[in-house]
């Protein structure tokens, strides 16, 4: 059943009952008014008793005779005609009750209320002429008024009561409906939507009241769940992203391993190829040309080998060793590394670095790798080619305040490409895993976050300035060993 029936069915029931107890309440004062009003009274009827039986003593029958005529005549609602109690049932002048027989032999009045069998209702009162004569005065008079009255008092209050619970149960009916079973009809409506996976829908409830507290609160989840629906996809969607990258580092893992193999395989044939044409350089036998063709086969194996050390170096993986290394020395390492990719996009490297060594405990291998992910990164920012210059200084700075430290020596490594830059939008996630802008198989996200984590490693840090079109400049800063070159201050 609907919540607005059950309220209608609980008011009406309760009107009737209120409705019911009151017409009891009046039905039994009307009640004790008829009886009150029925009940004989004797009392004051005795003086008109002892006034009959006293004219019966002295005047004779025929002076009570006249007097009930003349009373008679006087009060038109009463009827009186002489009765006797020694007569048969069948004779008119037989009583109309046996209260007759009571009032002859007492001498007393006596009185009743008799229902015909029409439904009619009188009353009766008998007064003896004398006590013992079967002669006696029977006064009546109808109840009919007063039946009428106590019936249409009964039918006012059923009346009555019928109209108000109608009344009563229209107001509900409107009412229920109105602020229970619309608002009720559009919460499970908008609860099977929720069901449905559908969050956008809000209802406009305007009720002050319970239903619209619950409407409120209604919309409320709505809007979380909204939200909770919004970062599970994205979050579904980052972890098949990252899923995906893993997959891509992965095959990158195996690709390092096999470029590490084939470079360890390599060194064999080249140390046979350097020592044959060591050789030859070395025989007084032959010409000046072959001995300078064979210095120059010497050279470039020796190149190759050095690229082979550093390709293996960087694909092993170790725990860092910070040692004092002069930077001028890593980084021109790496850039010698980088070479062929740069050419290959048309790009070009430009090293600046000052004449004294930059001493900084670092790990060699590892900072290589920082390093080596910084430039191709400004490498894969320039698709039409260009130039990246690389500059190592000695500063005096203060680091950001998330390292806790005061001001220092440190060595600062600059890298500035000329691509497009980054967005202000992207440029505060560059170093989170998996983040990247570049399209599917140039990166994996994990270059910058690995460089990141490898000079935090080494107690510095990495600033970044860009801006779109003009280009990113990545300023990688490590503490400088004590007792090396003077040092400036940063500007």
């Not at 599970?232 to 899923?243: D, H, P, R, S, Y």
């Not at 670092?362 to 790798?369: F, I, N, R």
């Not at 000079?455 to 840090?461: K, L, M, S, T």
């Given at each position: 059943m609907k919540l607005a029936r059950k309220l209608m069915l609980a008011l009406v029931l309760g009107v009737v009952a209120v409705m019911a107890g009151h017409a009891w309440y009046l039905v039994r004062n009307e009640v004790m008014l008829y009886e009150t009003d029925v009940r004989p009274k004797t009392p004051r009827g005795r003086p008109f008793l002892l006034a009959v039986q006293q004219l019966w003593r002295t005047d004779g029958e025929q002076a009570v005779r006249d007097l009930v005529e003349g009373v008679s005549v006087t009060l038109t609602h009463l009827e009186s005609r002489w009765v006797r109690t020694d007569v048969p049932p069948a004779h008119p002048q037989y009583p109309h009750d046996p209260?007759?027989?009571?009032?002859?032999?007492?001498?007393?009045?006596?009185?009743?209320?008799?229902?015909?069998?029409?439904?009619?209702?009188?009353?009766?009162?008998?007064?003896?002429?004398?006590?013992?004569?079967?002669?006696?005065l029977e006064v009546s008079e109808s109840l009919?008024?007063?039946?009428?009255?106590?019936?249409?008092?009964?039918?006012?209050?059923?009346?009555?009561?019928?109209?108000?619970?109608?009344?009563?149960?229209?107001?509900?009916?409107?009412?229920?409906l109105r602020l229970v079973g619309r608002p009720m009809k559009e919460l499970i409506a908008q609860a099977r939507r929720m069901e449905d996976g559908d969050y956008t829908v809000r209802l406009a409830v305007r009720q002050h009241d319970e239903i619209g507290e619950l409407a409120a609160e209604m919309n409320t989840l709505c809007e979380r769940l909204l939200e909770a629906n919004r970062r599970?996809?994205?979050?579904?969607?980052?972890?098949?992203?990252?899923?995906?990258?893993l997959r891509h580092s992965d095959r990158l893992a195996t690709i390092g391993q096999l470029a590490a193999g084939v470079a360890h395989e390599l060194g064999t044939p080249l140390s046979v190829v350097s020592g044959r044409a060591q050789l030859v350089a070395a025989d007084p036998a032959v010409s000046d040309e072959v001995r300078a063709n064979a210095r120059?086969?010497?050279?470039?194996?020796?190149?190759?080998?050095?690229?082979?050390?550093?390709?293996?170096?960087?694909?092993?993986?170790r725990r860092a060793q910070p040692v004092p290394t002069d930077l001028r020395r890593v980084v021109g390492r790496m850039l010698d590394l980088l070479s062929a990719v740069g050419g290959r996009r048309t790009v070009r490297f430009e090293l600046e670095a000052p004449q004294e060594p930059a001493m900084a405990a670092?790990?060699?291998?590892?900072?290589?790798?920082?390093?080596?992910?910084?430039?191709?990164?400004g490498v894969q920012a320039m698709p039409q080619g260009g130039r990246i210059r690389v500059r190592i200084a000695s500063v005096r700075t203060t680091p950001p305040p998330a390292l806790e430290k005061g001001e220092g020596e440190y060595r600062r490594i600059d890298v500035e490409d000329e691509g497009a830059g980054i967005a202000p939008e992207h440029l505060p996630h560059i170093f989170e895993p998996f983040f990247t802008t570049k399209g599917v198989g140039?990166?994996?996200?994990?270059?910058?976050?690995?460089?990141?984590?490898?000079?935090?490693?080494?107690?510095?840090?990495?600033?970044?300035?860009?801006?779109?079109?003009?280009?990113?400049?990545?300023?990688?800063?490590?503490?400088?060993?004590?007792?090396?070159?003077?040092?400036?201050?940063?500007s």
């Open positions: 209260a007759a027989v009571t009032a002859s032999q007492s001498g007393e009045i006596a009185m009743c209320v008799v229902t015909d069998a029409e439904g009619r209702t009188r009353r009766y009162a008998y007064l003896p002429v004398q006590q013992g004569h079967p002669l006696v009919e008024n007063e039946m009428a009255y106590i019936a249409t008092t009964h039918r006012s209050m059923v009346v009555t009561t019928v109209v108000i619970v109608l009344v009563c149960a229209v107001i509900i009916a409107i009412v229920g599970v996809v994205e979050e579904t969607e980052a972890k098949l992203a990252a899923f995906e990258q120059i086969v010497v050279e470039q194996a020796a190149r190759m080998s050095e690229i082979i050390r550093q390709l293996l170096d960087f694909s092993h993986r670092v790990d060699e291998g590892q900072l290589q790798q920082a390093l080596t992910n910084i430039v191709l990164n140039e990166g994996t996200g994990l270059g910058l976050s690995v460089a990141h984590g490898i000079i935090a490693d080494h107690g510095g840090w990495i600033d970044v300035e860009s801006a779109p079109g003009r280009g990113t400049s990545f300023h990688v800063y490590l503490p400088a060993v004590a007792g090396v070159a003077p040092l400036r201050v940063a």
